[in-house]
């Protein structure tokens, strides 16, 4: 994986972590909700495990929000 990829992946995860935490859902409630394993969506908090756009559509829904929304969030 590249630099640049690895960086996207964590500043996605930055913004699902900071919006599970606003809605105060743990990561195993989130986990459990979208039927992924915890560590799976803790991975991908950390922008360690990439994702598909249908596993990051879930989670975004999860988190009421929706996907272009997550990447509106995204840092530059």
Same mark, same amino acid.
């Given at each position: +994986?590249?630099?640049?990829? /690895? &960086?996207?992946?964590?500043?996605?995860?930055?913004?699902?972590? %900071?919006?599970?935490?606003?809605?105060?859902? %743990?990561?195993?409630?989130?986990? &459990?909700?979208?039927?992924? $394993?915890?560590?799976?969506? %803790? #991975? +991908?908090?950390?922008?360690?495990? &990439? +994702?598909?756009? %249908?596993?990051?559509?879930?989670? #975004? $829904? #999860?988190? $009421?929000?929706?996907?272009?929304?997550?990447?509106? /969030?995204?840092?530059?």
């Amino acid at each position: +994986m590249n630099e640049e990829v /690895r &960086n996207n992946l964590v500043k996605i995860g930055e913004v699902l972590k %900071s919006r599970r935490k606003e809605l105060k859902i %743990s990561q195993e409630k989130l986990a &459990n909700t979208i039927g992924i $394993d915890r560590k799976h969506l %803790s #991975a +991908m908090e950390n922008g360690r495990q &990439n +994702m598909t756009i %249908s596993t990051l559509c879930k989670v #975004a $829904d #999860a988190l $009421d929000i929706t996907i272009f929304e997550v990447f509106a /969030r995204v840092e530059k």
